[in-house]
């Protein structure tokens, strides 16, 4: 069977071992997708009848989703066209973007020469990100950095 | 609106309860999973939601108060019995005359274009495709008759892979298309969590979890600790299921939900459909086994060969 894949840049799948529910994959999916660039305001979102006979899923999964992200100002659906992205989420420019690719490169190579595998430095990573979070968190005194709806002109540092 | 609505519902069968004291609402638009072991009451619930089945106890209505087995009710209800019932002597053009003649409502032309895109032929009898194919003509055959309502009774079961993916896009875009509801009873826990967005769980006749997929998934977490804490931590939280080692323990609960604060020294997971109905089936304690054993034969052996529910 031949899938239609309607005029949008981008294409979900399904990791069935992540346990993530069904919809907040999808989620998940258009946010990165922003952040890195697939997605652009007014871009559209896949048809839910395409995601639909594509994932074999339940269209009031892929509703639930686009309503998400409707609720987080990412996305606004259009009466009879469809769902189409209306913020970005890409808080830096691509050049920022390498250059923190690059010093991070720089950053593996060491630990890894120390003698960190893959699993030791993805653990060393995770338990700094999240304190380097509570942190700031705390010092601030506000909660929910990073995680609501992003408009347009709001950034927030994030290296 | 509720698609199916039951109160008190029961069925008995000699002195067997096949099904017992059973109160459920299934909400319009979602696809709603029947699971359970064999013998759970399933088929039993369905046939009386189709009217093929008159309860002995209780009250069941459809699609928004009608009666089951009302004329009204049997034109917007569409009905899969197990095992594709087709005529296997008939060709696939014989099929599609004959339901048309059988039933007040049929769209000729949707059935018609749907087993072309299938790649069907026409004059091939039912009895010589394959059984994803035959599994997709019974299901263009009720999907025809334009129901509101589609109950499907093991589609999947006798499918390969291939077939069971194809039955359920098929099913899928029909939801979304025509907003037809969907009930269907199925193994295939795996599967299911794609699909459903409304989980009832039967073991031994008897409702053991109803709701939204999302809110029960939501709800419940495995919380993983030391052993020796699991009784006072089954107190605190409603323990649907402990399983417990020397040193380590796992407690399925209920009321967990990812705001709740996890006790120190226990770890919190997320739990999968299948693990959650599975607890469910063998609730804390182990050994609870349900006792459906000796219903198993509650089905009802003159219903598998009818194609959809035909009226009169």
Partial sequence: MTIDKGDSPIEFRLDPSSGVPTYLQLVQQVEHALRLGYLKPGDQLPKVRDVVAALTINPNTVLKAYKELEIKGLAAGRPGQGTFVQATLSQITLPELGGLRRSMLGWLTEANETGLDEDGIVALFTSVLRDFFKGRQGARGQGGTGRGPVGGNETEGVA | MN???????????????????????????????????????????????????????????????????????????????????????????????????????????????????????????????????????????????????????????????????????????????????????????????????????????????????????????????????????????????????GAQAHLLVSDGGPDRAVPPGWESHPVGLEELVLAYLRPAGGGARPAGGGMSSAVLPGSRTELTEVSK
């Fill in chain 2, 3 to 245: 698609v199916i609505e039951t109160t008190g519902l029961g069925k008995c069968y000699g002195k067997a309860w096949a099904l017992r004291d059973f109160t459920l609402a299934v909400p319009e638009g979602s696809l709603a999973a029947l699971v359970g072991p064999n013998g759970a009451g399933k088929s039993t619930l369905m046939n009386m939601a189709v009217g093929l089945t008159v309860p002995t106890a209780g009250t069941v209505t459809v699609l928004g108060g009608m009666a089951t087995g009302s004329p009204a009710a049997l034109d917007d209800i569409a009905f899969m019995a197990q095992d594709a019932p087709v005529y296997k002597n008939l060709s696939v053009a014989d099929m599609l005359h004959l339901t048309r003649n059988l039933n007040r409502r049929f769209d000729s032309s949707a059935a018609a274009s749907r087993l072309a895109d299938l790649g069907i032929p026409l004059k091939k009898k039912t009895g010589k495709l394959s059984g994803g194919q035959q599994a997709q003509v019974a299901l263009t055959m009720a999907l025809a008759r334009r129901p509101r309502l589609l109950i499907l009774d093991e589609p999947l079961s006798a499918l390969d892979p291939l077939a069971r993916q194809d039955f359920m896009a098929t099913v899928m875009t029909a939801m979304t298309d025509d907003g037809v509801s969907v009930v269907l009873s199925s193994h295939a826990l795996a599967e299911l969590e794609r699909v459903a967005d409304y989980l009832v769980v039967l073991g031994g006749g008897e409702l053991r979890l109803a709701g939204e997929v999302d809110d029960l998934l939501a709800e419940h977490q495995v919380l993983t600790g030391p052993a020796a804490d699991a009784d006072r931590l089954a107190g605190q939280f409603s323990a649907v299921q402990v399983k417990r080692a």
